[in-house]
T-cell receptor
Framework: DGGITQSPKYLFRKEGQNVTLSCEQN?????MYWYRQDPGQGLRLIYY???????QKGDIAEGYSVSREKKESFPLTVTSAQKNPTAFYLC?????????FGPGTRLTVT | QQQVKQSPQSLIVQKGGISIINCAYE??????FPWYQQFPGKGPALLIA?????SEKKEGRFTISFNKSAKQFSLHIMDSQPGDSATYFC?????????????FGAGTILRVKS
């Protein structure tokens, strides 16, 4: 059963805490992406990675960090430096056939 | 240069009608134009995509029309159904740019009335 999994579906954290969102894919895709979606808005690119051990900043990377130690995994850490972290976070991977999204993680920071 | 402008912001269509969503771009290097469908609380799902070598692509009730000279593309949903009620995003990318990053439109909320 191939696909992209994100966990957990809902995540609650206190302000000032770092939190790591998981993204795993078994599609054998080289490229992976993290997006942020705010209510009523489009998708904004946070980080992306074309190959293992390499990643690039997207449009809104400040306050976030990533790693790509394995092809299948691309975790995103939301640090305490992110001023407004409450959002819906989407992970995606892509091949020549297109870019495919995971189910998302809704992060709430209070 | 990198923007994709999507309209309308929201759309209400009667069941059985045609839903039309439009997108415009500036970057002539864009060579891949997908459409995504997103239901509340879910990740976007790739619906249909087109490349500039064709002017139209049809998959079931969904059709993309592409006008390269006008730098515009649109999604047509024929015989719209209440189950089509969702948010639709257009996007564009260029194989020439590292990362093949998608640039997304702001989205259109479609409601199909039964």
């Amino acid at each position: 059963d191939g696909g992209i999994t994100q966990s957990p579906k809902y995540l609650f954290r206190k302000e000032g805490q770092n939190v790591t969102l998981s993204c795993e894919q078994n599609l054998n895709h080289d490229a992976m992406y993290w997006y942020r979606q705010d209510p009523g808005q489009g998708l904004r690119l946070i980080y992306y990675s074309q190959i293992v051990n390499d990643f690039q900043k997207g449009d809104i990377a400040e306050g976030y960090s990533v790693s790509r130690e394995k092809k299948e995994s691309f975790p995103l850490t939301v640090t305490s430096a992110q001023k407004n972290p409450t959002a819906f976070y989407l992970c995606a991977s892509s091949s020549h056939l297109g870019q495919y999204f995971g189910p998302g993680t809704r992060l709430t920071v209070t | 240069q990198q923007q994709v402008k999507q309209s309308p912001q929201s759309l209400i269509v009667q069941k059985g009608g045609i839903s039309i969503i439009n997108c415009a771009y500036e970057n002539t290097a864009f060579d891949y134009f997908p459409w995504y469908q997103q239901f509340p609380g879910k990740g976007p799902a790739l619906l249909i995509a087109i490349r500039p070598d064709v002017s139209e692509k049809k998959e079931g009730r969904f059709t993309i029309s592409f006008n390269k000279s006008a730098k515009q593309f649109s999604l047509h949903i024929m015989d719209s159904q209440p189950g089509d009620s969702a948010t639709y995003f257009c996007a564009a990318s260029s194989a020439r740019e590292y990362g093949n990053k998608l640039v997304f439109g702001a989205g259109t909320i479609l409601r199909v009335k039964s």
